[in-house]
Structure formats: C-alpha cells, structure tokens
C-alpha cells in the first residue's frame, strides 16, 4: 500500500472512531441538575398535602403528586444538626455539630459534604439562604463544595425586611423579603448553569422566628378561622402558616423557572424540612414539636421528583432520613461521593424508581438525639429517652406507654441506644475547638458577638445569641473575647460594628491578640433605632438588629497560633463604651 493509501486509510479509520465516539457521547445520559429547598421549622402537618386545611400549598404539593412522598422522614430535633447530617450522610454527633450557635453548630473540616461530591463531578454548586453549619472559613459554605453563597451563617436573622445579606463572604444591603431574595438568586444560578449540570441549594429560613412575613401573606391569615386542631389557635400559628404559604409561592416560582428553561425533565427536585414545628399546632396528632425526640419534633414532609425516572404519586413506606439523601441522590445522578468516612445513610434508589420493585425493610433503626436524649425508632416502635415504648401504627400520638408487655423490644432497644451512643461518640464533653483566624484561601474572617464570650457587665441583647449583639459595656474592666486561632500569620485590618449615641462618643476601643495590639476612639454617632420589631406579628425575646455602622481600629500584626483575642473599652468618657455587633478581620499586603 502507498503512503497516500496509507494515509487515507488511517483518516477515515479516525473520522470513523470519532463518529462512533460523539455517536457513544450522544447515548450518555445528560447528568441531571439537582435542586434542594429546605424549610426552617415547618412541620409534617403544615401543608396542605398532609391534610391541613387551614392553609393551601399547592406547589409544594405537586411534588408528592409529580414524584414521591416519604412517609416517614426523620430529621433531628433543631436546625444545625440536620443541616448537617443531610450535607454527610452520617448522624451528627460524628461530624462535631453538637448545637445551634456559640460555635457548636459548626460541621468538622475532615467531613466531606454532599456538594463537594457533585463539584467533583463537574457540577455547578450554590447555596442560597441559611447555612447554619460554621461561618468562620473553612467552616464557610465556600470551603465546603460551593461555588456561590449568598445568605446568612447563623441561625437565627433578626430582619426578613431589606436585611443585611453576605454574598461570598461580603455583606450587602438586600432589598425585598429574604426567603423572595434567596428564590431569586437561585433562580439566577440556574439561569446561569442552564447550559451545565447543577447543584442547587436553598435553605430558607422561615417559618423559624422572627414571625415576619409580607402583608399579602399575613392580611389572608390574621382574622382567620382555623379549623384544624391547633393546640394554640394564635397569631404565632396564623403567621407560620402564612410563611408557608410564601415559601409555597417561592417553590412555584423555582419550578416554573425549570419549566422556562426546560430543565424541569431533567431535574431532581427534593422538598424537605429540617425539625418539627416551632409552635403547638397541628401535626397529626404527632406528639412533640421542635427540640422534642418524639415523633412530631422530628417527623417532616420529605418529596422528591424526577419526571420519568421517580414514581409518580408514589409513598415511600419504609423509614428514611435526613442521612440518607447524600446516598439516594448520588446514586441517582451516577455521582462517586468524596471522602472515605463510612456513611450512616442508605441509598433509597430502588423504592424510587419507576421501573423497580422491592421487598419492604423497615428494620433498621434510625435514632434522633437532642442534648444526650436519645430516641429510637425501628419497624413500630419508638422508644423515647425515658425508656417508654409506643407502638407508632397503633398510636401515633405516644399516648399509651406499652414497656411492660414488650419487654424484649425494650431491652433490645436499649442496646441498641447504647451502642450508637457509643459508636457516634456521644458524650457530654466542652466544644474547645478555636474559632479559625485568617485561612490562606480567604482574606476576610467574622467574628460575631454570638461566638463571643465576655468578662464584666456587657450583657447580650437576648438570651438566643445567634443574631445577638453586646450592650452596657460601662467599664474598662469588661471585656469582650475570643478563643481563636490564627491559620495565617499576617497584617490584618480589623473592622468594629457599632452603635453610639452622640453623647457617648469618645471611647477608646483597643484589639489585643497576645503581644500585638491595636486602638481605635468613636468619634462618630451612630445611633440607629432597632429593625424589625415593627415587622413582627408576634412578640418574642429573640434579638432584632440595628443598622450597626463599621470603623476601623488600624491595622494588628498576628501571629499564627492560638490564644484569646480581647476587645476592650480603655476609655469610656460617656454612660457606655459602645453597643458591639461583630469584628471584621481582613488580611492586608505588605
């Protein structure tokens, strides 16, 4: 054969190869985008699909309709350690979220996440709304598989009006009704990602308190006659049930934008809500609200659809879980998940899909803890942290303790609990993890009054630190401090928030980190009233916010390590030094 033969031979042999390879690329499967909404406080009875009739969510609804109901879904008792056990797959107390705030809600740096899976995977990842799972980076939703964060890192947000927002690690005045603002930066993500696979995490925070919600939603609801048996028929139920019906809206608003790009077919769309109701109403008899191991403080609505790949009006009966979304969803999308930590969650691929039946299983057990109280529920049973048992087909309500004639079921569930305290190393022990200081990828680092600790007279505007801020700081004595540790060694600006009437300026205000120091003087008012009590239907003690104003000390030279880091008045000329929102640290060049 010539060379030109040869040569021809060996071009169409390529074009050939190339042929069948796009013709292969173009039988693959398209990766479907995933799109999570996670409610904050909203119970298994507040839909209308549930059955309640004092409210009507259509949207939400559609997704049982569409897709697949659980129907009976386990969370744990408040928001962290939720959040935290659907971003891992495993129980909680593994991953060192042991509470809500102070630092304790914060998620251990060796765990992988959900979205670190799908980012590996060449997934575009977001997360619009309330993070709660660590906010000093590398505990920052940036550092744990996100592209994007726009929201807050606490767990509690004292305004739903116009509030003050962080987009990627930078505060921003935002403008509307938060959970309205967060649908609208998802639906911006996914706009953007229409042309890639994406990893699209909402997490409102309603209907959790400040009972805020928008006139249109509220006028409905104010002088309503609810006919469902609420056990309190008052404006805090009337307003979560408005907040329901607005995070209702914002779902339909998410799936009409799916429609609009015609992703809706190609798209996961999981609904879930992270502990039971704030409030006594009703939940379907279930006995327990939120912070409760009984079964209506950690049974939520859970709905999952996948046109053409999940069965359509279909209830799942066997037992499932907040830990088992990492498992189902990644073996739904054909997705490796990160990290070699061993998972508590199961995969709940086959009860799903439309084209497989199985056997039932309802054996495994699942456990819910709340401050060492540790609940079990396995096939009916349930035992509480009082060693009570119930049969949960037969009463639902938990009203008739049935121990004393199962007594084998008993013994075995205490095992059972005793062992998985063991294995998830629960134990009543302090949280001496430092708040991280200057991380090399990120040049800025909160610390907010909430993971503070103070010495002397400085009280906290509220008893629910999480959206707090400090006040009656009257003496050079009080101090207000950090146990931090410094990631990177450095020149840092630091940033005070604060307020100050005009005849309190004046005081000195000195930053101290071991040898190294800094001083600032107030030399400006800011004296701004309180933001969102008028917004609120319902007077509770949870902390509102100011319009805290920043100024900055100078510039402090750290030292990597360990140690307090100390803010103190050294002057205070006026009744009080200032009234102290959070510290800003942001890493300056040389």
């Not at 919600?213 to 028929?233: C, G, I, N, Q």
């Not at 009203?399 to 998830?424: F, G, Q």
């Not at 800025?444 to 629910?464: C, F, M, N, Y």
Request: charged share 25%; glycine share 8%.
């Amino acid at each position: 054969m010539s060379p030109l033969a040869r040569a021809i031979l060996a071009l169409w042999v390529s074009l050939l190869w190339l042929g069948q390879a796009r013709a292969q690329d173009q039988l693959k499967p398209t990766p479907p985008n995933i799109l999570i909404v996670l409610a904050d406080d909203q119970g298994w009875g507040d839909l209308s699909y549930s059955g309640n009739k004092d409210l009507s969510t259509p949207n939400i609804d559609s997704l049982a309709r569409d897709g697949a109901a659980f129907d009976r879904f386990y969370v744990c008792p408040v928001c962290a350690p939720t959040r935290a056990e659907f971003l891992t797959g495993r129980y909680h107390p593994r991953t060192g979220v042991h509470g809500v705030t102070s630092g304790a809600e914060r998620m251990n740096l060796d765990e992988r996440t959900i979205a670190e899976a799908f980012k590996a995977a060449g997934y575009a990842t977001g997360c619009f709304g309330k993070w709660h799972n660590g906010m000093q980076y590398p505990y920052h939703p940036r550092a744990r598989g996100f592209d994007t964060f726009v929201g807050f890192c606490s767990g509690h947000w004292g305004d739903y009006f116009d509030p003050e927002l962080e987009r990627d690690g930078e505060y921003f005045q935002a403008k509307g009704y938060i959970t309205d603002i967060f649908t609208d930066e998802a639906i911006r993500f996914m706009e953007k990602n229409k042309g890639r696979p994406f990893f699209c995490y909402v997490p409102f925070c309603t209907p959790h308190s400040p009972m805020q919600v928008p006139d249109k939603y509220w006028e409905k609801f104010k002088d309503k006659k609810l006919v469902m048996d609420h056990s309190r028929a008052d404006d805090h139920t009337r307003a979560a049930l408005a907040m329901c019906e607005n995070i209702d809206d914002n779902v339909g608003r998410l799936l009409a934008k799916l429609d609009e790009l015609k992703l809706a077919d190609n798209t996961i769309v999981v609904y879930f809500s992270d502990n039971g109701p704030n409030g006594p109403r009703w939940n379907g008899a279930m006995k327990g609200i939120k912070g409760s191991v009984d079964e209506g403080g950690v049974r939520v609505p859970c709905l999952m659809r996948w046109p053409g790949r999940i069965k359509a009006g279909y209830s799942v009966p066997n037992a499932a879980g907040a830990i088992d979304l990492l498992p189902t969803l990644t073996e739904l999308a054909d997705i490796k998940r990160v990290g070699d930590k061993p998972l508590d969650g199961i995969t709940h691929r086959f009860w799903l899909d439309i084209d497989v039946d199985v056997d039932l299983d309802n054996s495994r057990p699942i456990f819910s803890n709340q401050n060492g109280k540790v609940s079990v529920r396995v096939n009916e049973w349930r035992m509480d942290p009082q060693g009570r048992l119930y049969n949960m087909i037969e009463d639902p309500g938990q009203t008739t303790d049935v121990a004393a004639e199962h007594v084998k079921e008993v013994n075995n569930l205490r095992e059972l609990v005793a062992k998985w305290r063991e294995d998830v190393g629960l134990r009543d022990t302090p949280d001496l993890r430092p708040f991280t200081v200057g991380h090399a990828e990120w040049p800025i680092t909160e610390l907010p009054a909430r993971d503070a600790k103070t010495h002397g007279g400085i009280k906290r505007s509220s008893v629910h630190p999480n959206c707090s801020y400090f006040y009656n700081w009257k003496k050079t004595d009080d101090v207000v401090a950090w146990d931090v540790e410094v990631l990177t060694a450095g020149r840092y600006e630091a940033v005070v928030y604060y307020t100050c009437p005009q005849e309190d300026i004046g005081s000195a205000i000195e930053l101290r980190f071991g040898e190294a120091s800094v001083r600032g003087k107030i030399s400006e008012a800011n004296d701004p009233p309180i933001e969102g009590e008028k917004e609120n239907r319902v007077q509770k003690g949870e902390s509102f916010v100011k319009d805290f104003k920043p100024m900055s000390l100078g510039v402090i030279e750290l030292m990597q390590g360990a140690g307090e880091l100390t803010l103190r008045a050294t002057e205070i000329p006026g009744k009080q030094a200032l009234e102290f929102r959070r510290l800003m640290l942001r890493r300056v060049e040389d």
